[in-house]
């Protein structure tokens, strides 16, 4: 697919529609339309900041206070975190590269129904102890509901290990009342208290301080209650065996610049991937695949 931006590459029907513009801080972004919904998705990252269903509020976070700019990573949506999770001692930098590396627009489809998927592609790694030769693609699926998948091909000659996450921002109306569902009896390493393990014994996880919480060995979805906005968001996934759920809370909201000090009453991470003891070890030639499934549905409270 040809990379020249312009403002005005929309297809002929109103839906769907798909423009290539300048998003902020004039990085390249694709913006969709279809008959259900609309997204947004920069390059920088391959990161999707924005999924809203014509009839309901936006599913996804974003912080006022963002950085939109090289290097940096966007604070929000659904940031790739890949070829690590955290800040492991011998990485450079926290969460990996994907995220603040501008990726390639490979190929756009629409399908009868008004559906629009696209394929962007990470530019390839020099080989390296963290990341040998491969090729990661996302694709991006927008109709009813968002669906993205992360596809990694080891084409080196040795083992891959790495660790894969959708850092998925989701918007709620009120932190306080959100509950969590889909963990029970699910260990979990706490990142609050020095990685300890736990099980979580909740039916239904409250947020009311700081969160950080790697659930280990879990292949479920999981949903999300917001009884302030009365909606229920799903999160479906595939090859994932981790759920990171996140709230930074006051203090650690006061001190990230590039995050309101009130907006974590908006927020909550919920993220399918692969992390510490769950890393992937991919085999020369073999492909991992991650898959998330976003929806949502008003609920009667
Ligand atoms: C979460 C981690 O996934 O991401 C947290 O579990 C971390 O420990 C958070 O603070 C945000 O990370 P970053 O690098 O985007 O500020």
Request: charged share 25%; with cysteine.
């Amino acid at each position: 697919m040809a990379q020249t931006r312009t403002k005005s590459a929309e297809s002929k029907a109103s839906f769907p529609r798909v423009t290539f513009l300048d998003g902020r801080g004039d990085l390249p972004m694709l913006e969709i339309t279809t008959p259900w919904s609309s997204a947004e998705i920069y390059l920088h990252g391959a990161q999707v900041t924005h999924f809203k269903k014509h009839d309901e509020a936006p599913l996804l976070f974003l912080s006022q206070c963002s950085r939109f700019a090289a290097g940096q990573p966007i604070r929000g949506g659904i940031p790739i975190i890949f070829p690590w999770f955290g800040k492991p001692a011998d990485k450079p930098g926290q969460h990996g590269f994907a995220r603040v590396r501008d990726w390639e627009l490979k190929e756009m489809a629409v399908s009868p129904d008004g559906t629009v998927t696209v394929r962007l592609r990470m530019p390839e790694c020099a080989d390296s102890p963290e990341c040998p030769a491969c090729t990661v693609d996302f694709m991006v699926t927008v109709n009813v509901a968002l669906t993205v998948e992360l596809v990694v091909l080891n084409r080196s000659s040795r083992e891959f290990i790495f660790e894969n996450c959708l850092h998925t921002y989701f918007a709620v109306a009120d932190i306080g009342a959100v509950s969590i569902t889909g963990l029970k009896g699910v260990d979990y390493l706490d990142q609050v208290e020095a990685f300890a393990r736990k099980t979580e014994t909740n039916d239904a996880i409250r947020i009311t301080s700081e969160v950080d919480r790697i659930y280990l060995d879990t292949s479920h979805g999981v949903e999300i209650q917001d009884a302030s906005l009365k909606r229920m968001i799903r999160v479906e996934k595939e090859g994932a065996n981790s759920t990171v759920v996140w709230n930074p809370w006051i203090a650690k909201a006061r001190a990230m610049q590039d995050f309101g000090d009130e907006e974590y009453r908006q927020m909550v991470c919920v993220e399918s991937g692969n992390v510490a003891l769950n890393k992937i070890k991919l085999a020369p030639g073999q492909t991992s695949r991650l898959k998330g499934k976003l929806s949502s549905a008003a609920t009667v409270v």
